[in-house]
């Protein structure tokens, strides 16, 4: 069985045989359905608090509160590794490639901390 298992926000998956072109069948309802300008952007938000994470600074302090610790083993990525867990957060030096797979990998090691949400820009 070939194709690519693929999520949608609510946990169901489905099976894709040609994902190239689901996604820019997506692109193109997503553009419908918000304007044809409008491109849709992923923000990463400190739930306790409702403060949307708008650098590393940031991130790292509420990181920090949390139990995490800076781990400086690669110095291509930014790393935090909880000690009473086997979790390692790696994610890209700089904050402007930071993607909603980081920001998810984030939430899904913080449950009930932190969300993602859309942000949509022109």
Partial sequence: MSGVWLFN???V????????????NQQQQQQTTH????????????????EVIR????????????????????????????RSTVHLISLPKE????????MYDIVVKNRNLFEVRDLCEN
Wanted: net charge positive; charged share 25%.
């Fill in 55 to 82: 650098s590393y600074a940031d991130l790292e302090a509420k990181l920090s509160s949390l139990g995490w610790e800076r781990y400086y083993d690669d110095p291509g990525l930014l790393q935090f590794h909880k």
């Fill in 9 to 11: 926000n609510n946990g």
């Fill in 95 to 102: 904050f402007h490639r930071l993607k909603s797979m980081h």
């Fill in 13 to 24: 998956i489905r099976r894709v045989e040609n994902p190239g072109v689901e996604q820019q």
């Fill in 35 to 50: 304007g044809g300008g409008m491109r849709r952007s992923k923000v990463l938000v400190y739930i306790p608090t409702g």
